[in-house]
């Protein structure tokens, strides 16, 4: 129907400004906004520490942190995702499946952080001499489950239906590690960044569990929960998605570690910042397919229709910005100085341009954590490693970091590529 006479509001703006009230948007546009705080000041964070510390001491420092996210991550066992797909049909074992996950991540993240840090000197001894070997471990043991609960939460206030809360929680906590950093440079010991960002973490779980305590129904509510969610269940579903997103953490976490080991802390303190800000837009995606398992987890029929306007709303959200970062990466990198320009600006534009791929593969991950396909899960992510981290290490040497920028955009638009192939394949088949 056209506009009637006289009004204000074009019928599409109406339709296209409606379409983000749905329950499923709304929620996945309140993550996106979280992971544009965050990236926005968390990009503040690094401009403070490039302007107080040396490129040598921010990239040791951002190499500890990327190691303890990937580390964190990690030993999560993807149990964030089952969160997200079993929170809304457990009923009143919901607050028990929250917390056995927590336990269960928590345990493995501190076991992982000691082992890693206790091997530093056979896997990582640039660090190990950097920090020292018994600050390492003090580190690593106890700042990788703090970060395992830290990420977690997240995905519990999306499974109850709380996301808006989650960019306030996340602009607190950026905003307490920028205070606790300039605290920190009185002091200017080597870990203060790092320090900073661990404490801010704690102070921030503190709070969150104790609102979560509050809106998890318990055990004796007697809400009756839609279907059984028996341990062996979560067990089979986090077996295929942990062991995929192992592949995942490799490309998004593990690339830091091996700037460092392949070209040196100043050469990996560039890749950590242009990393931050390329990695803002892969979130836009992971943001609203966490809130489309969320929403769709209890009545998978509409996963067809949630899944297209998940995509839609992701390109639409991330293309502006990869139309803005891609010519003006030299100018953006130029807040944190000329060394960052000089040695980021082509990474940062290739990086950023890969976020427009990853969108499908992305959305493709989702749909298959809704569905319970064990082989998508896994495979995707795998394919994908091989596509981004052997070309990345066989081009680094030649190109430096821009082989970084180009393994990512390549490796991600091939598998794009090939996911896109598959479904036309399949609906070609189907349509006989």
């Not at 306007?309 to 000329?338: C, Q």
């Not at 990474?347 to 082989?375: D, G, H, M, Y």
Request: proline share 5%; charged share 10%; hydrophobic share 60%.
């Amino acid at each position: 129907m056209p506009d009637a006479p006289g009004s204000r509001v074009p019928q599409g703006l109406r339709n296209a400004v409606s379409g983000w009230r749905d329950p499923q948007h709304r929620d996945g546009l309140a993550l996106v906004l979280s992971s544009g705080l965050t990236s926005v000041i968390g990009l503040l964070y690094w401009v403070v520490a490039a302007r107080l510390f040396a490129p040598e001491v921010v990239g040791v420092n951002n190499t500890l942190i990327s190691t303890m996210t990937l580390l964190a991550v990690a030993a999560q066992l993807n149990l964030g995702n089952a969160l997200l797909r079993f929170v809304a049909v457990a009923g009143a074992s919901a607050r028990r499946l929250v917390l056995s996950c927590y336990a269960v991540a928590g345990v493995a993240a501190a076991v992982a952080g000691a082992v890693f840090a206790l091997g530093a000197g056979w896997w990582a001894p640039e660090l190990q001499h950097a920090v020292g070997a018994g600050p390492l471990i003090v580190f690593f043991a106890l700042a990788t489950p703090a970060w395992t609960v830290f990420v977690m939460q997240d995905y519990a206030l999306t499974a109850v239906k709380r996301a808006t809360l989650v960019p306030v929680e996340n602009l607190v906590f950026s905003l307490l590690k920028i205070a606790l950093l300039a605290l920190g440079a009185l002091v200017a010991f080597s870990t203060v960044i790092a320090v900073s960002w661990v404490v801010a973490t704690a102070l921030t779980i503190v709070w969150i569990t104790v609102f979560l305590l509050r809106v998890l129904p318990s055990g004796s509510s007697g809400t009756a929960a839609p279907s059984p969610v028996r341990p062996r269940t979560v067990a089979r579903f986090v077996s295929a998605d942990w062991t995929g997103g192992l592949f995942t953490l490799a490309v998004e976490f593990g690339l830091p570690l091996l700037v460092l080991v392949t070209l040196g802390a100043e050469q990996a303190a560039t890749f950590g910042i242009a990393w931050a800000i390329a990695y803002g837009l892969y979130l836009v995606s992971h943001g609203m397919g966490q809130s489309m398992v969320a929403h769709v987890a209890a009545d998978p029929a509409g996963l067809a229709a949630a899944r297209r306007s998940m995509t839609t709303k992701s390109l639409a959200l991330v293309l502006p910005a990869v139309l803005v970062i891609v010519p003006g990466a030299g100018l953006i990198l130029s807040i944190f100085g000329p060394h960052y320009v000089a040695t980021g600006t082509t990474l940062l534009a290739l990086a950023a341009l890969s976020a427009v791929p990853n969108i499908v593969v992305t959305e493709t991950l989702f749909a298959a954590r809704v569905r319970q396909q064990r082989s998508v899960l896994l495979g995707v992510p795998a394919v994908l490693a091989l596509l981004v981290i052997p070309p990345a290490l066989v081009l680094m040497p030649v190109l430096g970091l821009t082989g970084v920028g180009v393994a990512l955009v390549v490796g991600q638009s091939v598998m794009a590529v090939a996911i896109l192939a598959q479904r036309w394949v399949a609906a070609r088949r189907d349509a006989r």
